[in-house]
């Protein structure tokens, strides 16, 4: 039997994001306490260019964006 992604990543039991990337408008999800992060595509347009830094907490994720890419907050639950 395959599994989606998503079955996999929620039955480990360890996993709270899943950050991936390109998507040209971005993208995010909360399902079962993991965090689904797609980040913008990093091309030049005329308004900007799209980057983030991640800073990993106990308690959280940080994400530093730049650009089009906004600042996000991940809460992590115990």
Aim: proline residues 1%; charged residues 25%.
């Amino acid at each position: 039997m395959i599994l989606p992604i998503t079955a996999t990543i929620e039955s480990a039991g360890n996993v709270v994001a899943y950050v991936n990337g390109h998507n040209h408008a971005g993208n995010y999800a909360l399902k079962n306490d993991v965090h689904y992060v797609t980040l913008q595509g990093m091309v030049k347009t005329e308004d900007s260019n799209s980057y983030s830094i991640v800073q990993v907490y106990k308690d959280r994720l940080e994400i530093d964006g730049y650009g089009r890419e906004e600042d996000r907050v991940l809460k992590i639950e115990d």
